[in-house]
Each structure stands twice: as structure tokens, then as C-alpha cells.
């Protein structure tokens, strides 16, 4: 049974930086893509980053693009996000997610997801 597990989530103000971690078991995780979406009440889920846990490459969306960061720990099947210069728009729902036996390093869309983790929260002040 795949789990993926989230954590890092907080309040912060503008400017500042978290670092979310997504703690993963039940698939073989070396042949897959691991991404970060978020959302807000109301909008459809965003895919914000992407790294594929065979290469490490990644891909980021262009509004977190020089801001945000993934990157894994595959010793222990852990896919981090790097937040850093957070803005008030940035304040969502944060969700880790998995498509196994996926090897690329995009998968940003909804649709080729095939594991959801339970979501953090990140809020933003200004």
C-alpha cells in the first residue's frame, strides 16, 4: 500500500522560507516521479515541482521557478521542498504526490498522478 506522508507545513511571513518534507513507502521508489502541487478553496490543484526519483532531474512550474527547490533523499525515500522569499500567494494546501513506474521527471499534471498525500498547510502572511 502506497503512503506518502507530509510534514513542514506552518505560518510565516513574506519573505520567509519552510521546507516541507513527504516521507514515502509501499512502491519501489527508485521508478517513479515524485511532484509538490498546492491548493486554495475554490481553484483547481497547481503542480508547483516534479523530480524523478530515478535521475533527479526536475521541473518547476513558472511561478515558484527561483524561489522553490525539490530535491530527494532516496536512502530514505524522502522528496523535500525548499521554500524560500514565500509571498502571500503562495499560501495553499500543500500536497505530495507519486506516479509509480513513471520514469520522467515531469508530472505536474493532476491526471498522472496516481498517489495523493494528505496535504500541509502554508500560510503566508504580509
Known amino acids: 500500500q502506497v503512503q506518502l506522508m507530509e510534514s513542514g507545513g506552518g505560518s510565516v511571513q513574506a519573505g520567509g522560507s519552510l521546507r516541507l518534507s513527504c516521507s514515502s513507502s509501499?512502491?519501489?521508489?527508485?521508478?517513479?516521479?515524485m511532484a509538490w502541487f498546492r491548493q486554495t478553496p475554490g481553484k483547481e490543484r497547481e503542480g508547483v515541482a516534479s523530480?524523478?526519483?530515478?535521475?533527479?532531474?526536475?521541473f518547476y512550474a513558472a511561478s515558484v521557478k527561483g524561489r522553490f527547490t525539490i530535491s530527494q533523499d532516496k536512502a530514505n525515500r524522502t522528496v523535500y521542498l525548499q521554500l524560500n522569499n514565500l509571498k502571500p500567494e503562495d499560501t495553499a494546501m500543500y500536497y505530495c504526490?507519486?506516479?509509480?513506474?513513471?520514469?520522467?521527471?515531469?508530472?505536474?499534471?493532476?491526471?498522472?498522478?496516481?498517489?495523493w498525500g494528505q496535504g500541509t498547510q502554508v500560510t503566508v502572511s504580509s
Open positions: 509501499g512502491f519501489t521508489y527508485s521508478n517513479g516521479c
Open positions: 504526490a507519486a506516479r509509480v513506474n513513471y520514469f520522467t521527471t515531469y508530472c505536474l499534471s493532476p491526471t498522472v498522478i496516481s498517489h
Open positions: 523530480i524523478s526519483t530515478d535521475t533527479s532531474g526536475t
